[in-house]
């Protein structure tokens, strides 16, 4: 939603004040800038990347639109999930939690949380790492570092949208000089017309450096910072699951273990100690 009403003021703003100053806005209509501006930057995005760059590309530009799904509730939910998840291994022994790790879609702890269930990499990160405790045949340090390593994967692969779409917007300008030179181009070999005429061409040349400008650094652009934002929430995410197992691994009561992961959180989705013990008890009683 944010995006719709960014994009709405910089529109209202960039040809809301050519109007003010006394420009015609039909100057500005020029669909064959923009086919030549968009087309070849369409073009140098299948040029310059691979199937899988295409296609992680395209899956997570319709996410722009959406609201942030790191919440603090979401946040709170994955702890009391692991909460409950430590305090049944530490009363029953680390083979209890086998089934749930193997079939969380069917268990019981897992199901109380639609929203965690929702995102499989959350998911997978997690029970992937309760089987390596249960099978006991990795130490903290070495589960660590695993666990770093596939952190480190996840966000290296997550950047690759955010980058590819960063190119484009970085060669957004060089089109638009482009369709510029053609224009100026097209006005040359009409040097015959008269100069009212002439003005229109250059006129309609011009527009396409102003096109190009705009699309990068006014729509492009902003989207690439989005998703690294998006990217990073996501990464934090794991993190907050990777400081609480460790803690659990390294002795410390599942109380203890979860505020680990609590500590890690951005200010802004961070619950309070009381507000997270609050919904724990309220997630137990359920």
């Known amino acids: 939603m944010l995006v719709i009403v960014g994009y709405i003021v910089v529109l209202f703003s960039i040809f809301g004040g050519f109007a003010l100053a006394g420009g015609h806005l039909a100057a500005l209509l ?25 296609k992680a590309t395209l899956k997570a530009l319709p996410t722009v639109f959406k609201g942030s799904k790191y919440t ?34 069917n268990s019981p702890l897992f199901t109380k949380y639609p929203a965690v269930m929702a995102d499989h990499h ?49 060669g957004l300008p060089a089109f638009g000089i482009i369709a510029a030179v053609m224009g100026v181009v097209h006005t040359m070999e009409s040097v015959g017309l008269p100069p009212a005429e002439l003005g229109i061409l250059i006129a309609h040349a011009l527009v396409g450096t102003f096109l190009g400008i705009l699309l990068a650094y006014g729509f492009v652009g902003p989207l690439a910072s989005l998703l690294e934002q998006k990217l ?25 273990a979860v505020e680990f ?13 009381s507000e997270l013990e609050e919904h724990v008890r309220g997630a137990r009683s359920r």
């Open 261 to 273: 992961g609590r500590k890690v959180l951005f200010s802004t989705e961070r619950p309070s100690f």
């Open 30 to 54: 020029q669909p064959v800038e923009l086919l030549m501006i968009g087309g070849g930057a369409a073009g140098a995005f299948f040029v310059g990347n691979n199937s899988k760059a295409i």
């Open 72 to 105: 603090r509730a979401l946040y709170m939910d994955i702890m009391a999930l692991l909460y409950e998840l430590l305090t049944k291994i530490r009363k029953e022994g680390l083979m209890s939690v086998e089934s749930d790790v193997d079939s969380p879609e």
């Open 122 to 170: 959350i998911v997978e990160f997690l029970t992937d790492y309760l089987r390596l405790m249960v099978s006991g045949s990795m130490n903290a340090f070495e589960i660590e570092n695993l666990m770093d390593n596939e952190i480190e994967t996840h966000h290296h692969e997550g950047e690759i949208p955010s980058h590819v779409i960063a190119k484009i917007g970085d």
């Open 232 to 256: 990073n929430e996501s990464t934090k995410m794991l993190q907050c699951i990777k400081v609480t197992l460790l803690a659990s691994i390294n002795g410390y009561a599942p109380a203890i």
